[in-house]
């Protein structure tokens, strides 16, 4: 360990991040409010003229209190918040499961284009016609690229897809007869989303084992299937960067059962293009347009997450659809037959379809399947690089496009997982996904994505390394102290989520969440 100029620690294999790891280009920013004051204004505004009389009482009593700021203040406190900002355009994001890949500025460009991006959605269908089309064209990649019957383009994010696909499902049932199914299948390896889904429609959840090799265990499936399974929600290529070798097995066995596979499609990118989940027996998929289609990530919303249904489930699709008309392309609205309704207000996130397209287009169908196998071999290359330093729980297969450690090689180190991703912060890369999924101890989940060149990838694991061997030294303090090179340090995360301050109040002498 070594000292940087300001007397903290920073690694030595790491001299290259010397710049990104010193924090002293980023002061702490304070407030709006702290940097104004009420005594002036950015803008000059003439005096109102509008007396009180039609307020009737409600006018407001107080000074307005804004802090006032100069055009350049204004502008620089922004800025400077903005810097504090890590994402995706300013280093590599390892998130496991959350695909951080690069947002390519050809999809902002024609998200731009005012044909796209000043339409309404009330208004007349023959004005957008070139909207519906291009609506219609992205189902219809999205039904090629799973072989599937049907895609709900409406979802707002992974989730809201998978819940309708369940409602789907759910309603598929009740239509066939078959309500007394309540029991839905899902591994222990899930995304939480999937058995909060199956919860939230009033299913009951039933555990499956994953097997030591990281894979789901098939004869539990067998021996949990009963006329009172609903469906199974299976992730494939599941949590632990792994392809369900059994899955055809499986969807047979679902199908035998009278249930319906509803896959967890959030790692669509690592085999799109190569694999159709159609073929593998899927009734319905998510796909998180904002994972494997390159859109922007951002807390549940701009996201889309359309769902694709077999045949068997696409009379059950909700509106709206694009269908054709003898006028040209139209927005099918009432539910005429459908047993859902609608799902969303309007049509769904239209600004994502066009950036989703508009990548599908600018890949072509080998460049999707190019970027799922470049993905699939950046994660490779890192377990390769690292495996012989960290601790790797599934040994058994190839990874897909993501790299599970546990947390055995810290056993005695005094580090935790968490203490080693805030060190990896003091490096310049943000942290893996940490403690997903729940079946191995101290999980870290590592996914590169294809956007990541290998000198990147091998920087990013040359920092690993250190970090690991350091560890394994007895340095714990370097970790237990992390980040040392932030603005804010080593947050209380439990305090900062569940008593967030919203509100600025000048004379509040609030609990901090740091
Ligand atoms: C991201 C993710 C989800 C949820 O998707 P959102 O778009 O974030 O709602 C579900 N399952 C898995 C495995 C995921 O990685």
């Excluded at 055009?71 to 995706?88: C, D, G, Q, V």
């Excluded at 222990?188 to 555990?207: Q, R």
């Excluded at 890192?382 to 040994?395: C, D, E, N, T, Y």
Aim: hydrophobic share 40%.
């Amino acid at each position: 360990m070594s000292l940087n100029k300001q007397g903290r620690p920073t690694g030595t294999g790491t001299s290259e991040f010397a710049l990104t790891s010193d924090s002293s280009l980023l002061p702490n920013e304070p407030l709006l409010f702290e940097i104004g004051n009420t005594e002036h204004s950015g803008v000059d505004l003439p005096e109102a003229t509008i007396t009180n009389a039609r307020l009737e009482g409600f006018e407001r009593k107080m000074p307005l209190d804004l802090a006032g700021l100069t055009e350049p203040e204004a502008m620089r406190h922004y800025m400077r918040l903005s810097r504090l900002n890590y994402s995706i355009d300013s280093g590599m994001y390892p998130l496991g499961s959350c695909t951080m890949k690069h947002n390519p500025r050809l999809n902002e460009k024609i998200a731009r284009l005012p044909g796209f991006a000043d339409i309404h959605p009330l208004q007349p269908v023959s004005t957008v016609q070139g909207a519906l089309a291009l609506m219609n064209e992205l189902s219809h990649w999205l039904m090629t690229l799973t072989n599937t019957s049907a895609v709900a383009l409406t979802p707002k994010a992974g989730a809201h897809g998978e819940l309708l696909g369940m409602m789907a499902i759910k309603a598929a049932q009740k239509a066939a007869g078959q309500s007394h199914r309540r029991i839905v299948l899902v591994p222990e390896s899930a995304h939480g989303t999937n058995p909060a889904t199956a919860a939230f429609l009033g299913y009951s959840v039933k555990a499956i084992p994953a097997c030591a090799d990281g894979t789901v265990d098939v004869q539990a499936i067998k021996d949990a299937l009963s006329s009172e399974v609903a469906a199974i929600m299976l992730t494939n290529p599941n949590t632990c960067g792994l392809f369900e070798p059994q899955v055809i097995e499986i969807a047979k066995m679902i199908h035998d059962a009278g249930a319906f596979f509803y896959c967890d499609g959030a790692n669509f990118n690592a085999i799109v293009g190569v694999v159709r989940p159609g073929d593998l027996g899927i009734d319905a998929m998510h796909i998180n347009l904002h994972k494997t289609f390159s859109t922007p990530h951002g807390g549940g919303g701009p996201g889309a997450g359309p769902v694709v249904l077999s045949a068997a489930l696409a009379p059950f699709a909700p509106v709206p659809f694009v269908r054709k008309s003898a006028e040209g392309l139209e927005l099918a609205e009432h539910a005429e037959g459908s047993a859902l309704g609608r799902i969303t207000a309007f049509q769904g996130q239209m600004g994502m379809y066009v950036r989703a397209l508009t990548y599908m287009l600018s890949h072509g169908g080998d460049g999707l399947a190019q970027a799922a196998q470049d993905a699939v071999l950046n994660a490779n290359y890192i377990k390769a690089r690292l495996g012989h330093v960290f601790s790797v729980p599934f040994p058994d297969y190839p990874t897909m496009h993501e790299v599970l450690f546990d947390d055995s090689f810290l056993v005695g180190t005094g580090v935790s997982t968490l203490d080693f991703a805030k060190a990896l912060i003091d490096e310049g890369f943000h942290p893996m996904t940490m403690y997903f999924p729940l079946v191995v101890h101290g999980a870290m989940l590592i996914e590169p994505t294809e956007s990541e060149s290998k000198q990147t990838l091998d920087r990013f694991c040359e920092v690993m390394e250190e970090l690991a061997l350091d560890a394994k030294a007895g340095n714990a303090a370097r970790f237990t102290a992390a980040p040392l090179n932030t603005p804010r340090r080593r947050l209380d995360e439990t305090c900062a989520a569940r008593s967030p301050i919203l509100k600025w109040e000048r004379s509040a002498a609030l609990p901090q969440a740091f």
